[in-house]
């Protein structure tokens, strides 16, 4: 997915299970990818290789990605076979520290996305990490190395999360009580996140409202989220349970209109042009 492509707001669902092509042969199959909670970004992919190198957890990052091919169901990746069999080897089950993330930048030679001002560091997208230096959102002095040095106490620590573990996450809203006060109550759990395809930003967190087999689903703009309890299991939002309950849902399983980003923003409102959403709405995808 690059830079050259039209912007558009898609849901990760959409591309799981493709077929990932190198650029010799087939690797396997898109299984997963991982999230980026503080920013609200995709940082990788993970493939499904099989019985090709079994026992490891492939991860292929987005500047690698070229656009999907919808209608073969198939996910052009920018290395060859070779490539990512020696690239470090990470164990099925292991987390992906920052430590073995600048191991794989070092590897492949990408930058590294949490250096710089932007979303992607350096870069406005994935795509422009790879020789393109004139892309850059502001000059970088030279240096010899520009990694930085890893605390030894977050070697371990988690720093993404798979999207596939967040969906069926309880999402809790809040309402008033019988005095007035706010208090939890679930609104419906993660079906689904969207992203924009160029950035790979999150913009909406897609809720299932139904327990039954006609589910109604709504969208919930990343920035009226409050935070993500792993050990619970649940998403907390600030928006209220009757907000959520009657917002918009996507229409289809296909990108998000422009029409309908808009109407989730009139939607929410002055919620999402509070202090804490400012600088949130923009232009990408049509919003």
Not at 7 to 14: P, Q, Y
Not at 15 to 20: T, V
Not at 112 to 134: F, K, Q, R, T
């Amino acid at each position: 997915m690059n830079d050259s492509e039209v912007n558009m707001l898609i849901a990760l669902a959409m591309p799981e299970g493709y077929r990932l092509d190198a650029m010799d042969g087939e690797i396997g199959r898109c299984r997963d990818f991982l999230l980026d909670e503080s920013q609200w970004a995709v940082r990788w992919m993970v493939a499904d290789t099989g019985t090709w190198l079994p026992g490891r957890k492939v991860l292929v990052s987005p500047a690698q990605l070229d656009p999907p091919d919808w209608s073969a169901r198939r996910l052009p990746v920018r290395l060859t076979r070779e490539q990512i069999e020696q690239s470090p080897p990470l164990d099925a089950d292991a987390p992906v520290s920052r430590r073995y993330e600048q191991s794989f930048n070092a590897f492949y030679a990408l930058p590294h996305y949490w250096l710089g001002s932007g979303l992607w560091g350096d870069y406005p997208v994935p795509s422009s990490m790879i020789g393109a230096s004139e892309m850059l959102i502001e000059p970088v002095p030279e240096a010899p190395d520009r990694a930085e040095p890893v605390v030894p106490e977050d070697d371990n620590r988690v720093w993404l999360r798979s999207v596939r573990e967040l969906r069926g996450y309880a999402v809790l809203a809040t309402r008033a009580d019988g005095g007035g006060d706010p208090v939890d109550t679930r609104v419906g759990r993660v079906d689904d996140l969207i992203i924009d395809n160029t950035s790979w930003a999150l913009h909406y967190v897609v809720v299932d409202r139904s327990w039954l087999p006609l589910s109604k689903r709504v969208l919930l703009p990343v920035e009226l989220v409050d935070g993500i309890d792993w050990a619970t299991r649940t998403v907390r939002t600030r928006a209220g349970a009757a907000q959520v309950k009657d917002a918009p849902g996507p229409d289809g399983d296909g990108p998000l209109s422009a029409h309908l980003a808009a109407r989730v923003d009139e939607h929410y409102g002055h919620l999402r042009r509070g202090p804490s959403s400012a600088g949130s709405d923009d232009a990408a995808g049509g919003r």
